[in-house]
């Protein structure tokens, strides 16, 4: 055996040196798509939609396209959701249940959620009047922050364009990449970066933030319409700060629910439709 490899080596001196090549670009290979992979999977755990995060850990009201009503805490994840309860339910077998959660397949059932504006006189009142009054009126720092993120996202077509050509040329250097299905998991976990790192960016919802509107829901197979403050919006949602509304439904007591909330609506069924204006009491 040793015989042969020395023959060899004597008729084909390359053949060592080609052989580490490969073996050092297959091992390249496979940091890179462990780090790129390592990368992706955090990002997209610690990733949580802008709208959301706006009403995280604030109380608000969920309801559900069946009609069903949930009130809690909002604590938000990358892909659930939790509603803690502000005192333990009893349930109809006698146990306490303290939680709700909303995992990934439950979330296209929601109907809206809605956040309670704090009572007048009070310091959480002050807070989300602050917050409103500068989103009506944004700084310079904002604007420029909001600029830097919309740049940021308006170039995510050259970052995916920027990972497949990466990818291409790994292929070419390595083709057992290509061979594994290693470059399409690759291209994968690169689009799901892309997708982690930057936001929705819509012109014509840019002009609009801060500003009032009316927002349209559909709810059983009608439009409804709801006048607020434009705040936020991602490709899943729509935030809209300062609205009005009554729920006369079954199981609602409006009372305790009020009338004066900011409201978070799943795109799937709601949509931007007007620019408004409305006369604000003195």
């Not at 060592?16 to 073996?23: E, L, P, S, T």
């Not at 989300?128 to 420029?144: F, G, I, N, V, Y």
Request: net charge neutral; proline share 4%; aromatic share 8%.
């Amino acid at each position: 055996m040793g015989q042969g490899v020395v023959f060899w080596r004597a008729i084909y001196p390359g053949h060592d040196r080609g052989m580490a090549g490969n073996m050092d670009s297959f091992w390249l290979s496979i940091l890179i798509l462990g780090a790129v992979t390592a990368v992706g999977t955090i990002l997209q755990r610690r990733s949580k939609d802008v709208c959301l995060k706006c009403l995280n850990h604030q109380p608000v009201v969920v309801q559900m396209k069946s009609g069903q009503w949930v009130w809690g805490q909002l604590e938000v994840y990358p892909k659930s959701l939790e509603l803690v309860y502000e005192k333990p339910s009893r349930d109809v077998k006698g146990h306490l249940e303290l939680s709700y959660l909303f995992f990934e397949d439950m979330l296209p059932h929601i109907q809206m959620i809605l956040h309670p504006v704090p009572e007048k006189g009070t310091p959480r009142r002050e807070a989300w009047q602050r917050r409103l009054d500068e989103l009506m009126c944004s700084s310079l720092w904002e604007k420029m922050r909001r600029g830097f993120r919309n740049l940021r996202n308006t170039l995510k077509d050259a970052f995916s364009s920027a990972m497949s050509l990466f990818v291409g040329r790994l292929r070419t250097l390595n083709p057992s990449v290509a061979a594994a299905g290693a470059d399409q998991h690759l291209t994968s976990v690169g689009q799901n970066l892309v997708a982690a790192v930057c936001n929705s960016y819509e012109p014509i919802l840019e002009k609009y933030l801060g500003r009032e509107v009316v927002a349209e829901i559909l709810v059983k197979e009608q439009w409804r319409e709801h006048v607020g403050v434009l705040e936020e919006y991602s490709d899943k949602y729509l935030l809209v700060r300062d609205l009005h509304a009554h729920f006369d439904e079954p199981g609602v007591d409006q009372k305790v629910l009020g009338d004066h909330f900011d409201a978070i609506f799943p795109r799937a069924h709601s949509v931007i439709r007007h620019l408004a204006s409305r006369e604000r009491a003195a």
